[in-house]
């Protein structure tokens, strides 16, 4: 297009300085912000009169302003809190009063400041929304990353940048298979103490000794042995151990239709279980419901699970002990007993051995559970599907006693809530491993992030008892990963999304991630879409004019925010430094998505890593129940939210899954032309707080 054309519009700007100079306002109205709230927050205490709370609501509707607002309170107070703004902006803003003799209420920047805020807070101030906060080192983490991208400070080389998505896209594959195979076998320990259990050095579960009673034939005096070892007494004396072992027949195992005995392909004892007895119980410590919540999801439908309607029983098989130096178990698939039988559980008592390491497999994924080296002191156990192939190396030295119980699904006749003790051990799972090494990376999330994972199966996370269940209710691959993050010592938590016009987080290209939930947009049969959609609006207008204008001819833009951020607590607002970067992290420009999405040109590049172009998510303080409200009678939701379902809104989350199972938030009656309901909607999602690279290195250690 030649020059002279009369429409071609003249960019002084590009896009790119449009984004530094938002974001240097953007961080210097936030740290005003931050100083005008405590200032709000001693103040109002003090209203009085007409200007009470009941009133409060209408008051920026009404044309009460701030100023008006400020006449009804006492000078005392006013002098006292006028003098703390004083010093908190000067403090946090140098040099922005040092021309400024005047009152700072009526500094110009300030008193709008002040006027915004006030306004802002009276929609949710009335209902005292909810005392929660997101957990504050998600928030921390987050809030620094988006100041150093804000500010400038972080720069990422598009080579680290495409690393970084390899590494997540491996993450990816991991989590997604780890849910295809849906965890196939889990595993754990439980210590032996030998005083008394109820001691307040014993934390977690721990079991007394184990007896076992026995009888040969037809002698029908039972014989007795205790473990651990002990040389002290009868019944625990290594003697008595060898009376077990010679008692034993050998074992036998199925090849074809027939039972055969095979010292080649099996070394081993056994006592059936019609002839032994044992105090040992697997419901004792928590073991069924912990292998429950790993091994059911994957064999019930999504249905049968939420309901809670099927449970694992455990039967007891037979007692087997494998012995130094031969003792052995070739690959093999257990037979199964009953048509209902859906897998193996293995107990290994305590009592030293080396080697015997018991591997699983499952669809080319393999678990090795050795025991040698926790033999004398720990009971270990070990759950696998019917359909794994596992074996027993060698056991070169002493004896390996073990329990085997055939596992079976039944229909309870009540549901019981969860145990909320976990001793599974996380380290048996292949994420394990995987998630360990990659954290060990320096590079990898070298100044912290939080991994985003939307939960692979469906949870009623809206009803009345989510927040008790959750994170204990969590079933398979979902367990799996919590567990792994939590014995990495990564802070985990699991929250609800809420969806913004179907969407619950940015696109992702790179790893397949849409944002919305799959066949979200299908047609049902009657011919409807899948679900109608209809929302509270929001209050999200384009602002982009005033952002165009910089580009055009250079004025200073006029941010207009969204804002969404739960009431804070005293200790929020007290701490200046932190309370103004937590505005900036759930803030919105309002229209600057949209400028960076379609307006970048060769003539006007935007930044590459632009922090305005991925919009966050709107996570949920908590799981609550579901409801249905009428509050937002010409009111946006943005104004009413936090009264009904608070959320943060908060960007920089690395998603690595996008959402899958979504459920009725809450509902909304609106009053136009005619009366309404519109839904909202949230899917759980699953929160790793990944500290900084420095950090972690002693952390994953312990864990
Ligand atoms: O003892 C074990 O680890 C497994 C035993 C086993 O595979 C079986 O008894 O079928
Ligand atoms: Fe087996």
Same mark, same amino acid.
Request: glycine residues 8%.
């Given at each position: 297009?030649?020059?002279?054309?009369?429409?071609?519009?003249?960019?002084?700007?590009?896009?790119?300085?449009?984004?530094?100079?938002?974001?240097?306002?953007?961080?210097?109205?936030?740290?005003?912000?931050?100083?005008?709230?405590?200032?709000?927050?001693? %103040? @109002?205490?003090?209203?009085?009169?007409?200007?009470?709370?009941?009133?409060?609501?209408?008051?920026?509707?009404?044309?009460?302003?701030?100023?008006?607002?400020?006449?009804?309170?006492?000078?005392?107070?006013?002098?006292?809190?006028?003098?703390?703004?004083?010093?908190?902006?000067?403090?946090?803003?140098?040099?922005?009063?040092?021309?400024?003799?005047?009152?700072?209420?009526?500094?110009?920047?300030?008193?709008?400041?002040?006027?915004? *805020?006030?306004?802002?807070?009276?929609?949710?101030?009335?209902?005292?929304?909810?005392?929660?906060?997101?957990?504050?080192?998600?928030?921390?983490?987050?809030?620094?990353?988006?100041?150093?991208?804000?500010?400038?400070?972080?720069? %990422?080389?598009?080579?680290?940048?495409?690393?970084?998505?390899?590494?997540?896209?491996?993450?990816?594959?991991?989590?997604?298979?780890?849910?295809?195979?849906?965890?196939?076998?889990?595993?754990?320990?439980?210590?032996?103490?030998?005083?008394?259990?109820?001691?307040?050095?014993?934390?977690?579960?721990?079991? +007394?000794?184990?007896?076992?009673?026995?009888?040969?034939?037809?002698?029908?005096?039972?014989?007795?042995?205790?473990?651990?070892?002990?040389? +002290?007494?009868?019944?625990?004396?290594?003697?008595?151990?060898?009376?077990?072992?010679?008692?034993?027949?050998?074992a036998s195992f199925g090849r074809?239709?027939?039972?055969v005995i095979d010292p080649e392909y099996r070394r081993a004892?056994?006592?059936?279980?019609?002839?032994?007895?044992?105090?040992?119980?697997?419901?004792?410590?928590?073991? @069924?419901?912990? @292998?429950?919540?790993?091994?059911?999801?994957?064999?019930?439908?999504?249905?049968?699970?939420?309901?809670?309607? &099927?449970?694992?029983?455990?039967?007891?098989?037979?007692?087997?002990?494998y +012995?130094?130096?031969s003792g052995h178990f070739r690959k093999h698939v257990d037979?199964? *007993?009953?048509?209902?039988?859906?897998?193996?559980?293995?107990?290994?008592?305590?009592?030293?051995?080396?080697g015997g390491s018991l591997t699983v497999e499952?669809?080319?994924?393999?678990?090795?559970?050795?025991?040698?080296?926790?033999?004398?002191?720990?009971?270990?156990?070990?759950?696998?599907?019917?359909?794994?192939e596992h074996e027993i190396e060698t056991i070169?030295?002493?004896?390996?006693?073990?329990?085997?119980?055939?596992?079976?699904?039944?229909?309870?006749?009540?549901?019981?809530?969860?145990?909320?003790?976990?001793?599974?051990?996380?380290?048996?799972?292949?994420?394990?491993?995987?998630?360990?090494?990659?954290?060990?990376?320096?590079?990898?999330?070298?100044?912290?992030?939080?991994?985003?994972?939307?939960?692979?199966?469906?949870?009623?996370?809206?009803?009345?008892?989510?927040?008790?269940?959750?994170? *204990?209710?969590?079933?398979?691959?979902?367990?799996?990963?919590?567990?792994?993050?939590?014995?990495?010592?990564?802070?985990?938590?699991?929250?609800?999304?809420?969806?913004?016009?179907?969407?619950?987080?940015?696109?992702?290209?790179?790893?397949?991630?849409?944002?919305?939930?799959?066949?979200?947009?299908?047609?049902?049969?009657?011919?409807?879409?899948?679900?109608?959609?209809?929302?509270?609006?929001?209050?999200?207008?384009?602002?982009?004019?005033?952002?165009?204008?910089?580009?055009?001819?250079?004025?200073?833009?006029?941010?207009?925010?969204?804002?969404?951020?739960? +009431?804070?607590?005293?200790?929020?607002?007290?701490?200046?430094?932190?309370?103004?970067?937590?505005?900036?992290?759930?803030?919105?420009?309002?229209?600057?998505?949209?400028?960076?999405?379609?307006?970048?040109?060769?003539?006007?590049?935007?930044?590459?890593?632009?922090?305005? *172009?991925?919009?966050?998510?709107?996570?949920?303080?908590?799981?609550?129940?579901?409801?249905?409200?009428?509050?937002?009678?010409? &009111?946006?939701?943005?104004?009413?939210?936090?009264?009904?379902?608070?959320?943060?809104?908060?960007?920089?989350?690395?998603?690595?899954?996008?959402?899958?199972?979504?459920?009725?938030?809450?509902?909304?009656?609106?009053?136009?032309?005619?009366?309404?309901?519109?839904?909202?909607?949230?899917?759980?999602?699953?929160?790793?707080?990944?500290?900084?690279?420095?950090?972690?290195?002693?952390?994953?250690?312990?864990?």
């Open positions: 297009m030649d020059s002279q054309d009369p429409y071609r519009v003249e960019y002084r700007h590009s896009l790119a300085e449009l984004e530094d100079e938002v974001n240097k306002i953007m961080i210097e109205d936030c740290k005003i912000d931050a100083c005008a709230d405590l200032f709000l927050f001693r %103040v @109002l205490p003090f209203q009085s009169g007409t200007y009470q709370h009941e009133y409060y609501e209408y008051s920026a509707y009404s044309g009460y302003g701030f100023s008006n607002f400020l006449k009804s309170v006492p000078e005392e107070p006013k002098a006292a809190a006028t003098e703390e703004l004083r010093l908190n902006v000067d403090r946090v803003l140098p040099g922005l009063l040092d021309d400024y003799d005047g009152n700072i209420l009526e500094h110009e920047k300030i008193k709008g400041r002040l006027d915004a *805020r006030w306004k802002g807070m009276d929609a949710y101030q009335k209902d005292g929304a909810s005392k929660n906060s997101i957990p504050r080192s998600l928030v921390d983490i987050l809030m620094e990353k988006q100041y150093r991208e804000r500010a400038g400070l972080s720069d %990422v080389s598009s080579d680290e940048k495409a690393a970084f998505t390899e590494s997540c896209r491996q993450l990816q594959s991991i989590i997604e298979g780890e849910h295809a195979t849906a965890s196939f076998s889990c595993g754990g320990s439980i210590p032996i103490v030998l005083g008394d259990l109820q001691a307040p050095e014993v934390t977690r579960p721990a079991s +007394s000794p184990v007896s076992i009673f026995w009888s040969k034939g037809d002698d029908a005096t039972a014989r007795k042995l205790v473990l651990p070892l002990d040389e +002290s007494v009868p019944h625990t004396h290594p003697d008595t151990l060898r009376r077990l072992v010679v008692d034993c027949d050998p074809g239709e027939q039972d004892g056994k006592i059936n279980a019609d002839q032994f007895a044992t105090s040992f119980h697997p419901a004792d410590f928590g073991i @069924l419901e912990n @292998l429950s919540q790993v091994l059911l999801p994957s064999i019930s439908s999504e249905t049968d699970n939420q309901l809670g309607f &099927r449970k694992i029983t455990a039967e007891l098989y037979k007692l087997n002990v +012995s130094g130096p037979t199964p *007993r009953a048509t209902n039988q859906i897998g193996s559980l293995v107990v290994c008592l305590p009592c030293p051995f080396k499952h669809h080319g994924q393999k678990v090795e559970f050795d025991w040698s080296e926790k033999s004398e002191t720990s009971i270990q156990w070990a759950a696998f599907y019917s359909d794994c070169t030295h002493g004896d390996r006693v073990t329990l085997t119980y055939n596992l079976y699904v039944t229909e309870p006749l009540n549901v019981g809530v969860p145990s909320p003790m976990s001793i599974v051990d996380p380290k048996a799972y292949p994420a394990y491993s995987w998630i360990r090494n990659l954290l060990e990376q320096e590079e990898f999330m070298k100044d912290g992030g939080v991994l985003g994972i939307f939960c692979s199966h469906a949870y009623p996370h809206s009803s009345n008892l989510a927040d008790l269940q959750l994170p *204990r209710a969590l079933k398979g691959a979902d367990l799996v990963l919590y567990s792994v993050f939590r014995s990495l010592n990564i802070d985990v938590e699991v929250l609800p999304i809420l969806e913004k016009d179907g969407h619950y987080c940015a696109e992702d290209p790179s790893l397949g991630i849409t944002g919305t939930v799959p066949g979200e947009d299908e047609i049902a049969p009657n011919g409807r879409r899948r679900r109608s959609r209809f929302y509270m609006s929001e209050y999200d207008y384009d602002h982009s004019g005033t952002l165009q204008r910089f580009l055009g001819n250079g004025k200073k833009p006029w941010p207009n925010y969204v804002e969404l951020l739960p +009431s804070a607590s005293p200790a929020d607002y007290e701490d200046i430094d932190r309370r103004w970067k937590t505005l900036m992290l759930s803030r919105r420009v309002g229209g600057m998505q949209n400028m960076v999405e379609n307006f970048a040109t060769e003539e006007l590049p935007a930044k590459v890593n632009s922090t305005h *172009r991925n919009p966050g998510v709107q996570v949920g303080l908590s799981h609550r129940p579901y409801k249905t409200f009428n509050r937002g009678y010409e &009111r946006g939701l943005d104004e009413v939210i936090q009264s009904i379902w608070p959320v943060q809104y908060l960007p920089g989350v690395t998603w690595i899954t996008g959402p899958k199972h979504e459920e009725m938030a809450f509902s909304q009656i609106a009053y136009g032309n005619e009366a309404s309901i519109g839904t909202r909607y949230s899917c759980a999602a699953i929160l790793a707080v990944v500290p900084p690279a420095e950090q972690r290195v002693g952390m994953l250690r312990q864990g």
